[in-house]
């Protein structure tokens, strides 16, 4: 073996393993995910949640700010009028039709901000993943927080 | 001319102009609510509060303690103007905060939030925080005031704007402020329904949310939508209309300007009568019968069942145009007819009565209306029929000081203000034109030939009364008011009357023989371009002979466009061999069908339509046709291929240079030149030459 191999392999590869020995013993970051997950930040912004009041009934009144502010142009909303059979909101008007398109999305928190009532937030899933492009479609179904009890 | 100073600046305005209009043309502005430069100034809401003082003869300035209301001060010599400082701005804030007490604040459910002058007033000149923490006024939301137009009283900021309109613009009076102070309620007296035919308006000049639309509401926030410049067929007039869409479907129509035509009106039938356009019974695939069934087909399949059943038969086959084709549309289909399929059977006139013969003058542009002495209304429900010519004939009297006649066989709107009403029997049109053309000859007013003299034996005034029902007295007043600087003024439903040709000459005699000018608007949305298209038979069949022939079996196949002749004659329908339906929606008349054509409506296409007047007006196309419809012109320019190899039509432009070069009154009308108000095109007759059958 002469010194240059010695130089530029062995002892490369040598000092490496020590720098592993010596990280073995500290705190890992890394965590198994999926088994384990991180704790987000507070403020984190991931999947859209329409939220309720604790009486049950929509907050969202189908009033489009939030799509007037999103700078994608990836929420359509449709609204109707409510009735006192039908009641979905308190008021006149709720959303019949709600939709995000996630991937357009580009989670800026704009809706959140523009929205009168506090529907549209922001929360902390993140795992948005899917196989076909019409399922980033969120509906209003898939997006509306179900009923406490 | 004036001095005046406004903001510093030194300019000139004509004595008596408001400031508000002034300071407009300045290009700053002075924020107003209750002002609307087509209605009176009353001052109401304090919104347009301005600094004013007047220079002195040693050229110091004078400034008056208190500021004034902008929109009733009018310009005069050194008035001094400030309209940007900060006893200004307190003022507007102050005037605002007033104003917001009671509004409701419900911006984001309401219809108007996003367009709305007291949101916008707000940002730009209002407090951004409220006061208030009272309890706020509490009143009706959402009150029908008619199947149109929604009322929310909390909204209401008691500008007057809607009452005004319904006074001095649409005549009707309809709407009042019940009460008063804060509790003031702008509605009808009684709660009863707002029946007018120009309800729509309001919506649009209401200041805030109080007056939405019924059919508009809550349907999409103005920022969802595109919006088109359009012009509205439903009818005639040709109104300029803003075409407001959202992901392909027609959202609503509001008004948009031009001074020529609509002002910047809408009628409620034009307004509120576009929901066509989503109907789920649009046509959307041609379709072709077998047996029994029409199954979908490729539009070649389609033309050339077309090209077998017409091609080369000559007289035996005709072609019947509706209203809403468009002028290349229907250049293109007489075209198709004569040269593709030798036949001259098009026509495009459903009147029941026959048309009568002889050039008629040009037709007087609408606006030109206003500067006429004396207008009569002859023989139309002209608020039915021509509600934007309505409005104009009701400025003439309003604001230029006109009178105004009206001889109807029932009630309408122009009696409201018109000087003498001439109401008629139904059906006594004829006898009472012949009246009133006696009345003038033999009072001596009128010259007429002896041939006529001699027809007009026995009608004068005095047997009016028992000709028409008119009394004698109202005959022999309104045919003293004609004349120099009257118009006669009628619209082709006077053909639907028993004997047209006669109450045609006696009127058109009339008019002529008292040096009246004689107008006679046609009433379908493009009858005054099918007119001047030449879409009437030269030598061949009208449309009552066409349908007549269908049932005698003398016409083997029709081709009808957006027509639909079932209910009166579903008999020609049934027997003709070959029956060709092309329209935008599915009706009776398809029951018929050997083929189906989807048509675009006029939004989904690039096309010009000619309105009563004669202005040629273009409208771009704002959404997608639905399916595979297709444009009237696409497809006859295609089938016209089909038949005779020729340089094809690309675009509908190009159609329109055709039509300029064979009908020379379109040339102002081409593309490249035509403005974005219309042309006018110039032309001799609008109920042209040949007479049709009777119906
Ligand atoms: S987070 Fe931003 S981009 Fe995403 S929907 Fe909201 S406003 Fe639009
Ligand atoms: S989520 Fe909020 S902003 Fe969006 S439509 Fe609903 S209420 Fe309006
Ligand atoms: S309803 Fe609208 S237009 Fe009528 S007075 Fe009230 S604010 Fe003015
Ligand atoms: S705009 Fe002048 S008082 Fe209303």
Known sequence: ?149 | MVKLTINGIELEAPQGELIVETVKRLGLEIPVFCYHPRMKAVGMCRMCLVETGFKQPDGSVRMMPKPQAGCTLPASEGLVVVTDSEAIHRDRKGVLEFLLINHPLDCPICDRGGECPLQNNTMAYGPSTTRFIEMKRHLPKAFPLSQYVTLDLERCIQCGRCVRFTEEISGDSDLAFRFRGAEMQPSTFQLTDFESRFSGNVIEICPVGALTSAKYRFRARPWDLETSPGVCTECSNGCNVWFDHRAGKQVRINGRANDGVNEEWTCDKGKFGHDWYNSTSRLTKPLVRRGDQFVPASWSEAYEEILAAFADKGGKVAGLTGPRVSNEGLFLFKRLFSEAFGSDNVDHRWRSGPVPTGPVPRPLPIASLESKRHILVFGTHLAEDLPIVHLRVRKAWSQSGATVDVAYSAANEVERFAKASLRCRPGAEAALAKCLLGEAVWSGKATVSDAVRAELAGFNADSAEEKSGVSGATVRAAAARLGEGAVVLTSDRLLDAPEPPSAWKSLKALAEATGSEFVCYPTGTNAAGAELLGLVPDHGLSTWQILEGCKDGKIEALWLVEADPSSTHDAALETVPFLVYQGTLENEAMAYASVVLPMAAPAEQDGTWTNCEGRVQRFRQAIAPPGEAKPAWRVFAECLLRARPSTPFFNPGEVMEEIARVHPVFAPAQYSLLPEEGALVARESLVGEPAGGGG
């Open chain 1, 1 to 149: 073996m002469s010194f240059e191999v010695f130089r530029d392999v062995v002892k490369p590869i040598v000092a490496g393993f020590g720098i592993t020995a010596r990280r073995l013993a500290e705190q890992k970051v890394t965590v198994q995910y999926p088994d384990e997950r991180r704790e987000q930040f507070d403020r984190t912004r991931w999947r859209h949640v329409l939220t309720r009041y604790d009486s049950g009934l929509e907050r969202c009144i189908g009033c489009s700010l939030c799509a007037g502010a999103c700078p994608a142009r990836c929420i359509y909303v449709e609204a109707a009028e409510n009735t006192d059979d039908e009641r979905y909101s308190p008021g006149e008007r709720y959303a019949v039709r709600y939709e995000i398109n996630m991937l357009r999305c580009i989670f800026c928190g704009y809706c959140q901000e523009a929205c009168p009532t506090g529907a549209i937030v922001l929360r902390k899933d993140f795992e948005l993943a899917n196989y076909e492009r019409e399922d980033f479609i969120y509906t209003k179904e898939m997006l509306l927080e179900p009923i406490r009890r």
